[in-house]
């Protein structure tokens, strides 16, 4: 009944929100800016904020390095990790707003465009993996090894595809030029199902447990959300 509620109520939220956005912003053009900057940020804040600190969480116990022993250092660098996003977030919608373009080059950009890939898409890719399937309850004490060795491979495929990502920034190469469609698809969405769509769910499951939002009491909550 509860979750009834919600939904109606989340309904109702889209409709004023439609509504304000229609009063207030006149012009057609304001209109759309203002909805592209909604779609763009509300999924990059799950995404990449809350996936920064995630992918952190869930990939350091993947790698058997977050443990009872270690768990309130690994918390910190999360929690840290997210708050670096968090500000690269906001500095990414005012850069937006304000229409402002980087070039996609140099080592500066590099590093600061990898940097946060390797998080991202590397740790991510194996985090989503792992919390994903503790949401969707497939993993439990009986099928952690699978997973964690699941979750192992997927990340360091991604590695795999960061380190062609890097060859092909410094070589400036255009990974659709000469590729072949269907597999260009596969390889693009291949990767979107894991980082967007396991991770969006992993990125809540993961950063509501570094955050203490999830303990016990709340679990099924958050496995809601996820």
Request: overall charge positive; hydrophobic content about 50%.
């Amino acid at each position: 009944f509860a979750q009834a509620v919600a939904i109606v109520f989340f309904g109702r939220w889209l409709i004023q929100m439609k509504n304000h956005v229609r009063d207030n912003f006149g012009a057609d053009e304001d209109r759309i800016r203002f909805l592209r900057t909604y779609q763009i940020f509300s999924a990059k804040i799950i995404l990449e904020v809350c996936g920064g600190a995630g992918a952190i969480w869930g990939f350091s116990e993947v790698l058997t390095l977050r443990n009872a022993e270690t768990i309130h250092t690994w918390r910190h660098i999360a929690l840290t990790i997210g708050s670096i996003f968090l500000i690269r977030w906001f500095m990414q919608m005012q850069d937006f707003i304000a229409s402002v373009e980087h070039a996609n080059s140099g080592t500066a950009r590099l590093i600061f465009v990898f940097s946060a890939k390797l998080v991202l898409e590397v740790f991510g890719g194996g985090g989503a993996i792992w919390g994903f399937s503790e949401v969707v309850t497939f993993r439990n004490d009986e099928t952690r090894h699978p997973w964690q060795v699941t979750a192992t491979v997927v990340g360091a495929l991604f590695f795999v595809r960061w380190c062609l990502q890097i060859k092909d920034f410094i070589t400036g190469t255009n990974p659709n030029e000469g590729a072949n469609k269907r597999v260009r698809l596969v390889q693009i969405f291949g990767a979107k199902i894991v980082l967007e769509v396991f991770g969006g769910g992993g990125a809540i499951w993961g950063s509501t447990e570094a955050l203490t939002l999830r303990v016990p009491a709340t679990q099924e909550f958050w496995r809601f959300w996820a």
